[in-house]
C-alpha cells in the first residue's frame, strides 16, 4: 500500500477526509456549548455567518431559526453522517464479501443463484428501495445504517466474486486445497485477503455514495431524525429558510461534497496504484 | 440478436422481481392502510370493513395473484389516498420524468463529450487538472442540494426563475408561444440540477476512455498516416470510445433516475418521482405498487436501449451478430 502515497489524487482525497474526520472526533473542542440548545432564540436566531450575538458568543457559520450554531450543528451532524457512511459500508463489504466470496467459490447453482441475485439487486433503483424501506419502516439512525448497507453491497459482491475465481486457479489454493483444508477454510484463509486491496477501492467510493443517500432520506425525511443532527436533516431543515438564511443550508451540502470528493480521489488514487503494481508484477 | 433477446427476457425476470419483493415488503412493514384511511377515531368494525373493502382480508398469496394479474391486464386499482385511479395519476406523470431524464442526458453528454474530448487531448495539462477537480466536485453534489442552492440564487436572489412546478398558475390562459416560454422557464432549475451533475459523471467517462483509446495500436497508425490530432480524437478515438460511453449510460440509468426522484421533489415537478414519494410517504398502496413497476420498467428499459445503441455504434458487435 505505500506505493499509494505517490499518487497525488490519493493524498489530496485522504488529507480532506483525515481533516474532516479529525475536525467531527475533536467536536467538543473546537465547538462551544449544545447542539440544540440555543441561548436566546430571539435575539441569536438567523444571525449571517461572522457575526456575534447578544451574549458575545461568536458564530462562524451564523445561527439557524431557532439560535442554534449553524457550526456547532455541522461538525456534531458529521459524527452521525460519518458514523452511518462508514458503519453502512462496513455492512455491505461483509454481505458483498459473503454473496460475491461464495458466488465465485462454489460451481453449479449455487453460484448461478447468487449471481442473479447479485445482478438482480443492481438494476434496482437504490433510491426506490431506500424510500419504501425507510417509510415503512419508523426511521432511526440504526435503520438508516442497516438499509444503506443491505442496498450497498452489490458492486463489492460483483468484484469479489471476479477476484475469487480469478484467484482460485492458482497454485497456491490447489496447495491448500491438497494438503487438507476445508473447501470453506481455504476461501477464508488464503483467497479472501487477497481480495482485499481491491474491496478498499470500491468501499472508499462506497462511503461517499452512503453519506449522499442518507442525506437524500433525511432530505425527505425519512433518514436519521431531528434534534440529533445529520448533515441531511441539516439540508432539509435549511430548506424552510432558504430566503432568509441560505448559510443553514448550504453550509452541510459543502461539507458533504468534500468528504464525497475526498471518497472519490482516495478511491481513484488507489485504483490506479493497485493497477501500477498489478502491472509490474504481472 | 440473441444477446438483446437474453437481455430483454431478464429485464422482466427484473420487474416481476421487483414487483415481488415491493409487495412482499409492504405487507411485511407494519402499519395498516385501513386505519391509516379511516383515522384514529374508528371502530373495529368499521376497520374490519375497511379492511375487506380493500381486499387486505384475504390470504397474501391470492391478494398478490390476483393484484399481479390485474397488474398485467392495466388494472392498476384505485389510490387509497386521492381516489383516482393510479393509471391517471402514472399516465400524466410518466412523460414529465422521461422529459426532464431525456433532456438531461442528451445535453449532459453533448457538453461532457466537448469537455472530457477537450481534457484528453491535453491530458496532464493544468487545464486538464482544473476541469478533472470541477468535474469531481459536479459528480459529489447532493442533488437535492444543489437544486437547493439553484433555487436560492435564481429564484429569491436574482427573482429570475420560477422553483416549482412544470407550469405556472395561469398557463392556461396563454398562447401557444406564451405556453412554450412559461414551460421552458420552469424547466430551466430543475434540467440544469440534473444535467450540472450528470456533466461532471459523463466528462469523467469520456475522458477516461479516450485517454484509454488513444494509447491503442491503431492510434498510433492513424498518427504515422500524418492524420492531424484532432482527426485522430475525432475520427478514431472517439469512435472507439462509444462503446464504453454508451455502456456506461445505459448502467448510469438507476443512479439518474435516482436524482430525478430528488429533483423532482425539491422542484415539485409533477413526475414519477414525486408520485412515488408522496405514496411512500402516505402509504398509499395500489401508488406505491405502480410506481414502483414504472420505475424499474423505465431502468430497464432503458438499459435495453443502451444495449441496443452499442450495437449501432460499435460496427465490430453488429458483425459478430450477424456473422454468426
Known sequence: MSGVWRDRRARVGAALLAVVIATAVAAPLVTAGDTSVPRDIVASRFLGPLSYDVSGAFHLLGTDRIGRDVWTRLVYGGRISLAVGFLSVILSVIVGMLVGGLAGWWRGWPALALTALTDFALALPRVVVLLLLAALWKPSTALVILFLGMTGWMPIARLVQGEVRTLSANSFVEGATASGARSLWVLWRHVFPNTLTPVFVVAALGVGNAILAEAGLSFFGLGVQSPTPSWGNMIASGRDTLVNAPWVAAAPGVVLAVVVVGCTLLGDGLRSAIGRRQSVVG | ?324
Open chain 2, 1 to 324: 440478436m440473441r444477446m438483446l433477446v437474453h437481455r430483454a427476457l431478464t429485464g422482466i425476470a427484473v420487474v416481476a422481481g421487483v414487483l415481488t419483493l415491493t409487495f412482499i415488503l409492504l405487507h411485511a412493514a407494519p402499519g395498516d392502510p385501513a386505519a391509516l384511511l379511516l383515522g384514529p377515531a374508528a371502530s373495529p368494525a368499521q376497520l374490519a370493513a375497511g379492511r375487506h373493502r380493500l381486499g387486505l382480508d384475504r390470504p397474501l398469496s391470492a391478494q398478490y395473484a390476483e393484484w399481479l394479474g390485474g397488474f398485467a391486464r392495466g388494472r392498476w386499482g384505485t389510490s387509497i389516498v386521492t381516489g383516482r385511479p393510479v393509471r391517471d395519476m402514472l399516465a400524466t406523470a410518466w412523460p414529465a420524468t422521461v422529459r426532464l431524464v431525456l433532456l438531461s442526458l442528451l445535453l449532459s453528454y453533448a457538453i461532457g463529450l466537448v469537455l472530457g474530448a477537450w481534457q484528453a487531448a491535453r491530458a496532464g495539462s493544468r487545464l486538464d487538472t482544473a476541469l478533472s477537480v470541477a468535474t469531481v466536485s459536479l459528480v459529489a453534489l447532493p442533488g437535492f442540494w444543489l437544486g437547493l442552492m439553484l433555487v436560492a440564487v435564481f429564484t429569491y436572489l436574482l427573482r429570475l426563475l420560477p422553483a416549482f412546478g412544470a407550469a405556472g398558475f395561469d398557463a392556461d390562459f396563454l398562447g401557444t408561444w406564451g405556453r412554450f416560454i412559461d414551460g421552458a422557464r420552469h424547466l430551466a432549475l430543475p434540467l440544469a440540477t440534473l444535467t450540472l451533475i450528470g456533466v461532471g459523471g459523463a466528462a469523467r467517462v469520456i475522458r477516461g476512455s479516450l485517454l484509454d483509446a488513444l494509447e491503442q495500436p491503431f492510434v498510433v497508425t492513424a498518427h504515422a498516416k500524418g492524420l492531424s490530432d484532432a482527426r485522430v480524437l475525432v475520427g478514431h478515438a472517439l469512435r472507439i470510445s462509444m462503446t464504453p460511453i454508451v455502456t456506461l449510460l445505459g448502467l448510469s440509468l438507476p443512479a439518474l433516475f435516482s436524482g430525478v426522484v430528488f429533483v423532482e421533489g425539491v422542484f415539485a415537478w409533477p413526475g414519477v418521482g414525486r408520485v412515488l414519494v408522496e405514496a411512500v410517504q402516505a402509504r398509499d398502496y395500489p401508488v406505491v405498487m405502480a410506481a414502483t413497476a414504472i420505475s424499474a420498467l423505465l431502468v430497464v428499459a432503458g438499459n435495453l436501449i443502451a444495449d441496443i445503441g452499442a450495437v449501432v455504434v460499435d460496427p465490430r458487435l453488429r458483425t459478430r451478430v450477424s456473422g454468426r
